[in-house]
């Protein structure tokens, strides 16, 4: 693990003990995307007993969560939207990684996996994949020596994901959600058009020009997409009780006729999904409209 990742942790856990008691209760914590690690070929499994086995793909799975949050640190490293972890039970999101061999091929190659509640993405995209041995490295080669292995796949861990990072992020921004739950600014008025997203402001405030999307659960009707602009502004996040916890961020929808069905239940139990990052600057005309 390396100090970045450590220094992080301590700096989350530090600032849940001490946002509560200064500014009003913490917002709940980042999403996890699990990830996984196993080298699905029998002729290179022998290399290592079980308990070994157990401990490179450990060791891999570390380095897999170190480069993923290297490349997708949504938007801000100290208050994640969402962060990455290995070995999580019975995740809902996973990042699988494998080193397989094709059929008949006498290739190994090292692949990538997503998966929602366990479905993997069964498109022209996933698996992604990329060649460790291509044909004929076998008989030029030799098998992979142990001691190199684990730095082997490493680095074509690294490269899968420079290859595919727009890819990727598109993935996770579509199957990922940033937050749960919204309510209306004004409880008041439950056909506004502006909600409040439970993302502090104070943390993160960078996102006030950003777009989203909400996936409510609509009894009878399924599920109801609504597409939404934030506005620069901040509005009061209030907790069962009605009283204000924190500031959140306030958003528009720029689909409201859609929002009918809406109960503060279902938009308490709904998903919200980064849609598109945009800078600061796109916020001002909303910002007034909004006012």
Not at 52 to 76: I, Q
Not at 80 to 96: D, K, M, N, Q
Not at 122 to 150: H, S, V
Not at 221 to 240: H, K, M, Q, T, Y
């Amino acid at each position: 693990m390396t100090k970045r990742r450590v220094f992080r942790r301590l700096l989350l856990a530090a600032l849940a003990c001490v946002l509560p008691a200064a500014q009003g209760a913490a917002q709940p914590p980042p999403f996890v995307v699990a990830v996984s690690f196993e080298i699905d070929v029998p002729r290179l499994e022998q290399f290592w007993a079980p308990a070994e086995m157990k401990a490179v793909s450990s060791a891999l799975g570390d380095h897999l969560v170190d480069a993923l949050e290297a490349r997708f640190p949504m938007w801000h490293e100290d208050f994640p939207l969402w962060t990455f972890a290995y070995g999580v039970a019975a995740p809902r999101v996973l990042l699988a990684f494998r080193v397989v061999e094709p059929p008949r091929r006498n290739v190994f190659d090292l692949e990538l996996q997503t998966y929602v509640d366990r479905v993997p993405s069964r498109t022209e995209i996933f698996p992604l994949t990329i060649a460790w041995y291509e044909p004929g490295d076998l008989g030029r080669r030799g098998l992979p020596m142990p001691r190199m292995t684990l730095d082997e796949i490493a680095a074509l861990a690294d490269a899968l994901l420079d290859e595919n990072q727009p890819t990727l992020n598109d993935w996770l921004q579509d199957h990922v959600p940033v937050a749960v739950g919204a309510q209306w600014r004004d409880p008041d008025i439950t056909d506004s058009p502006f909600l409040v997203l439970p993302l502090r402001w104070d943390q993160y405030d960078r996102l006030r020009a950003s777009e989203f999307r909400l996936r409510c659960q609509v009894p009878e009707e399924g599920e109801l997409r609504l597409d939404s602009n934030a506005v620069g502004l901040s509005g009061p996040f209030r907790g069962p009780s009605g009283a204000t916890e924190y500031d959140g961020l306030v958003v528009k929808l720029t689909n409201p006729e859609r929002s009918a069905p809406l109960t503060a239940n279902v938009l308490r139990a709904s998903h919200v999904y980064m849609a598109r990052f945009l800078p600061a600057g796109w916020f001002i005309a909303l910002a007034e409209d909004a006012q």
